[in-house]
């Protein structure tokens, strides 16, 4: 699903399998070891981030959700997946929308209304978009 994030940047989120009708991305972000089966053919980073928690290594994390970001807004199609793309996915999205101009404190509602009403699936995940910053 193309997500229009609020400064109007698109980014492509995704679970596992991917929609055969998606168009292969320019750059992924993936927040599950199991894309690493999957014969990528284009640049992609896969983070650890435990399915239903955040990330092990949340600095490491900031910095790849603040490149993929950057890859979006200079106009590369960037794709975010995790298992379901549904929790991990919604958090990133959530980081992201932050970078866009929404306030921390607004966005899992903003990712639930543009993405999916059940994202950023745990206080956990939602602390960690909170504690991110711009």
Not at 33 to 55: E, M, N, Q
Not at 58 to 86: K, L, P, Q
Request: some cysteine.
């Amino acid at each position: 699903m193309i997500v229009e994030l609020p400064n109007g940047v698109l980014v492509q989120a995704t679970g596992l399998p991917r929609a055969s009708a998606d168009p292969d991305p320019d750059f992924g972000l993936y927040l599950d070891r199991r894309w690493a089966s999957k014969r990528l053919t284009w640049d992609h980073v896969i983070l650890d981030w435990p399915d239903f928690g955040v990330p092990l290594d949340v600095a490491t994390t900031h910095r790849e959700i603040r490149d993929a970001f950057d890859r979006a807004s200079g106009g590369e199609r960037v794709e975010i997946g995790c298992w379901g793309g549904v929790g991990r996915t919604g958090t990133v999205l959530g980081c992201m929308a932050v970078l866009a101009g929404i306030a921390p404190t607004e966005a899992r509602q903003w990712v639930r209304q543009h993405y999916n009403v059940a994202a950023i699936e745990t206080e956990q995940q939602h602390d960690f978009v909170l504690a991110f910053t711009a």
